[in-house]
């Protein structure tokens, strides 16, 4: 008979009456199961620390957003940001949905051909594109987004050489009220060099300008600046039809449209402060259909929406190592992974919760990866019951950005599952070992010998 564990005394508050706005405690409620699949039986079969991605949320999560947006604006389009997660069965999960693929850099691009994305379903945006690479984006004629003005005059260099005619936008970064202002990228709307990048591209005559892109922000939490970006989008776009006559095809309004984590410094949680899909629509497209378009000259509506679509759909199991006391006597639980495969965890509080039964007595802690590091702390303040080592855990909201940002440092990245629409687990990435990382390495021959 295994021996029960320890619980100290406590002494714990009853409420009556009525519930507060926060609801019931469901915080500590175990998730014994993903999409029907055991959590301990994932890991007894690819090992701990494991992610989880649940295909039937990612399509969910995907109909939601596309919903949301089709019910207020008659054209829209989904493209996949491919930096967010571009694991090749998430990608195309998506793009069996119908969206196309937005890459950042000549390795995304390539990686969405390969995934069967036609060419001229792919947008090519980033600051950092070859010369190879603006060669394949007009070979197969994708659709360019100009991020400065180098890039421009190469660009009409190259079209000359390869007597190619590339259809391209510029990007546009401008206020929306929301600070610091993001202006790294592309060109100012408010200083006019916008306007000027787009009169260079039209009076050239080397390419065909046929959108106008912004990505304002990460994580935005306000709605409106979606509306101020559309507006002013919109504004010169109706500018560039009077004075050239030509019309704009499509709006691009980029990502960064926020997930329901938990944002550190947050007051609310993510799933009730975060704007909704339905607040981003209702923002975006009042604005655009409140513009000078008319009904026949409507652009489309394109968006780039990684975070939002997929980080619901992510999951990440590992296993507690040990428990200690520091010396402020908080609990402190030390787990097998770390930031090192968790980055988002600078950004957000995430939520941790418990793969198997426990009782109703809980201590405030912080929570530790297994690094050798001391800024290796997954939760720095968080209230669970006590876990004994070899117990296991599953962390919420981790489907964006951490297995694309994910480090091999001091220990190797895990095994990726796919948990179909069936329940059953299917291994879309197969965790690294000790010869993938050598097979990369070169070992001088004045090395290779050592006596110790």
Known sequence: MEKLRY??????????????????????????????????????????????????????????????????????????????????????????????????????????????????????????????????????????????????????????????????????????????????????????????????????????????????????????????AATKLADLAHHINLKFNKKITYIDLGGGFASKNNLKGSYLPGNIGNPSFDDYAEAICSALLNSEFSKQELPLLILETGRALIDEAGYLCGTVLANKRLSDGRRATIMDFGVNILFTSFWYDHKISPAQDFSHYTEDGVIYGPLCMNIDVVRESVTLPPMKKGDNVVVHTVGAYNMTQWMQFIAMRPNVVMIDLQGKPHLIRNKENLEYILEREEMPGYLADFNL
Not at 16 to 39: C, L, Q, W
Not at 51 to 68: G, P, V
Request: charged fraction near 25%.
């Open 7 to 228: 619980e100290r005394p406590v002494i714990k508050k009853l409420n009556s009456g009525s519930m507060n706005k926060f609801g019931t405690r469901t915080e500590y409620t175990p998730v014994t199961h993903i999409d029907g699949a055991s959590v301990k039986s994932l890991i007894e079969e690819f090992g701990s620390p494991l992610f989880a991605i649940s295909e039937r949320t990612i399509r969910q999560t995907y109909k939601d957003c596309l919903r949301a947006f089709n019910n207020r604006y008659p054209r829209v389009q989904m493209a996949w940001s491919y930096k967010t997660n571009y694991i090749n069965a998430v990608c195309n999960v998506f793009h069996q949905e119908g969206s196309w693929a937005e890459v950042v850099s000549g390795f995304e691009y390539h990686k969405a051909l390969k995934n069967g994305v036609p060419g001229n379903k792919i947008i090519f945006n980033g600051p950092d594109k070859t010369d190879e690479d603006l060669i394949a984006a007009m070979t197969n004629n994708s659709l360019i987004h100009i991020d400065h003005l180098d890039e421009l005059y190469r660009l009409i260099e190259l079209t000359r050489e390869h007597n190619k005619r590339p259809r391209v936008a510029i990007r546009v970064n401008m206020d929306t009220g929301v600070y610091p202002m993001w202006d790294r990228f592309g060109f100012n709307y408010e200083n006019g060099q916008a306007w000027d990048a787009i009169n260079k591209i039209i009076l050239n005559d080397q390419m065909d300008l046929v959108g106008l892109h912004c990505h304002i922000g990460t994580f935005m939490l306000s709605a409106n600046a979606y509306a101020i």
